[in-house]
């Protein structure tokens, strides 16, 4: 089923996969549609899409809850899709999935897309496209600098990851989260979660969070501890989720993208600090610095 409703003059078109109680949202402002929902929904989307008038797509990645319907649109009216160039490619061709995500959300059928530069225009206004690699390669981030409003893709989600999929990246997921937290944005409307009217103060929730876990793994891993090890003390529940994706979902997907990324500065003689972004903030304007300390001798790990 969809629920469709307005929020900050966005149309908030919010798809329900009843089996497994999983959301996704496809939203439409001024005339461009931001994602094209999951095939699965394809009856209803479609008469929404019929119903209302928009002139392209934007796509905020690939994945195929978001891609679903773009085929059908371009069959159906001809409308230009616009993707991350990182996503071109991938688009062309039908998608490959794995079963439970077929059951969830469907497949995506190929279709042709433009690719994205750094800005974009709707109807009547400018837009910011922020590439925020981290849960896919190629997602983005719409920003309208006058309104303050953000549309994050799969960036967020939730403020506390607690499994991850094996493409994401815990240190990918961070540096995204702070070149959008530089900007001065107070509401986000996120692809699974929906309108955020606090959406700042969740998004730096996730910050904290994960740069909570970072400095852990990144401790216990630098005192010797084999990243399964980290993995099992770390996250002592199960997921159903980890089972049901025979473990492309996982929490040890965490603690590798961390460790991943602890050798690659370690080789490179860099230090991740943790916990040194300042956010500084004077009036509404916002700095942000993500500071690496070079290695000083005798001083750290290594
Ligand atoms: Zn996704």
């Not at 225009?121 to 920003?143: C, K």
């Not at 998004?203 to 969070?209: A, G, N, S």
Request: aromatic share 8%; with cysteine; net charge negative.
């Amino acid at each position: 089923m969809i629920n469709v409703y307005e929020k900050d003059q966005v149309l908030c078109v919010e798809g329900i996969l009843e089996e497994t109680r999983s959301k996704v949202f496809v939203y439409l402002v001024d005339g461009m549609l931001i994602d094209t929902g999951a095939e699965k929904l394809q009856e209803e989307l479609q008469d929404f899409f019929n119903n209302y008038s928009f002139d392209q797509v934007v796509l905020t990645h690939h994945h195929e809850d978001h891609t679903g319907n773009a085929a059908w649109l371009q069959e159906n009216g001809g409308i230009p899709l616009l993707i991350h160039p990182l996503g071109i490619e991938r688009v062309e061709v039908d998608g490959e999935y794995p079963n439970y995500r077929k059951i969830t959300w469907g497949n995506r059928k190929a279709f042709r897309a433009q690719p994205l530069g750094e800005r974009i225009r709707s109807r009547t206004l400018d837009w910011q496209v922020i590439h925020t690699p981290g849960h896919a390669d190629d997602n983005i981030a719409l920003f309208h600098e006058a309104s303050g409003r953000l549309f994050t893709g799969d960036l967020f989600v939730s403020p506390k990851t607690r499994v991850m999929m094996k493409s994401e990246s815990v240190p990918l997921i961070l540096a995204s989260l702070r070149t959008l937290l530089a900007l001065p944005f107070q509401s986000v409307f996120c692809s699974h979660a929906g309108f955020l009217e606090n959406g700042r103060a969740l998004l730096e929730q996730k910050l904290i969070h994960l740069e909570n876990l970072q400095q852990t793994i990144t401790g216990l891993y630098a005192e010797g501890m084999h990243p399964s090890d980290i993995d099992r003390q770390l996250f002592q529940k199960t997921y159903p989720i980890v089972q049901f994706s025979n473990r492309e979902w996982d929490t040890r997907h965490i603690v590798s993208s961390v460790v991943a990324d602890y050798n690659i500065k370690k080789n490179r003689h860099l230090r991740p600090c943790a916990n040194t972004l300042g956010i500084l903030r004077r009036g509404t304007e916002i700095l942000l610095e993500q500071q690496f300390t070079a290695h000083s001798g005798g001083d750290g790990p290594f």
